[in-house]
Each structure stands twice: as structure tokens, then as C-alpha cells.
């Protein structure tokens, strides 16, 4: 069965409380059952995590193991030249995730360093958006074998 790696950036351990009429009001725990039940109707494990702390997302990325990896950056979406060049350096599918859609925010959330390495962005779906993701991955496995 093979692995896809689902990584969230800061600040998203506070949905359901922060912001909900942008982000909703599901929360990461929500988003996590979500997940794991769509891996497993798709036939994929879900290692789902999440950290405000750069370094541990990059180390993350660089683990061995996953086939695929599904990311919601939040703020490090804007900034992180090294998350982006650790996913480059993995080279593995990737599907880029955003709750709202970063393309009617403020203009700094409009540059992804991400998406320059994603095979996929989704955003402005929700949490249903990582159900997408993960969907869109399976489909990507699936073309590979």
C-alpha cells in the first residue's frame, strides 16, 4: 500500500478555532479522519502530521518512505525557499493545498514557492480539498505502475 505523506505547516493546529469564517470550522483532528478514511477507500496509508517549526516540515519531506506527498504550507507557502527545495530535492508527486483560495487574499498569498514543484494545486475547497488531493494522488500511483 503505498504511502502518502500529508504535511501541515503553521498555525493550521488552531482550525476550527482561528479565523473559521475563512477557514471553516473543521479541525485539523476532523481533517485527519477525513484523510485516513479517504487513504484507505483509495488503497493509500496516510502519515498525517503537522508542525509550526520549519526545520521539522523540511525533515519530514526528507524521510524515506512516503510515494507521494500532499501540503498545506500555510505561512511557509509565501517564504520558505528551503521548503520548496526539499520537495524538489524528494522529487516525489506532490499536491499543493489551500483551504481558501490564496488568489482572492491579500497579494502576498499569491506567490507559492510550492507550486513550483507541485504537480497539482487545490485551493479554496475546504478541508474537502485534501480528500482531492489525495484523490488526485491515487490517480498519479496509479499512472506510474
Known amino acids: 500500500m503505498p504511502s502518502v505523506l500529508v504535511l ?9 478555532r482561528r479565523e473559521p469564517h475563512l477557514y471553516g ?6 481533517i485527519q479522519a477525513r484523510c485516513h478514511r479517504t487513504g484507505a477507500e483509495l488503497g493509500l ?3 498525517f502530521r503537522q508542525s509550526n517549526h ?10 524515506p518512505g512516503p510515494a507521494a506527498i500532499v501540503i498545506n504550507a500555510g505561512g511557509y507557502t509565501h517564504t520558505s525557499v528551503a521548503l520548496r527545495d526539499a520537495l524538489a530535492a524528494v522529487a516525489l508527486p506532490t499536491v499543493e493545498v489551500h483551504l481558501t483560495n490564496i488568489h ?13 514543484v507541485a504537480d497539482a494545486v487545490i485551493c479554496g475547497a475546504g ?6 488531493a489525495l484523490t488526485h494522488l491515487a490517480h498519479l500511483l496509479k499512472r506510474e505502475n
Do not use: Q
Open 45 to 47: 496509508e496516510v502519515d
Open 8 to 16: 501541515n505547516g503553521p498555525n493550521l493546529n488552531l482550525l476550527g
Open 127 to 132: 478541508a474537502h480539498g485534501y480528500v482531492l
Open 25 to 30: 470550522g473543521a479541525t485539523l483532528a476532523d
Open 104 to 116: 482572492r487574499r491579500e497579494p502576498y498569498r499569491r506567490t507559492s514557492f510550492v507550486s513550483e
Open 54 to 63: 520549519e526545520g521539522v516540515l523540511i525533515d519530514a519531506v526528507h524521510e
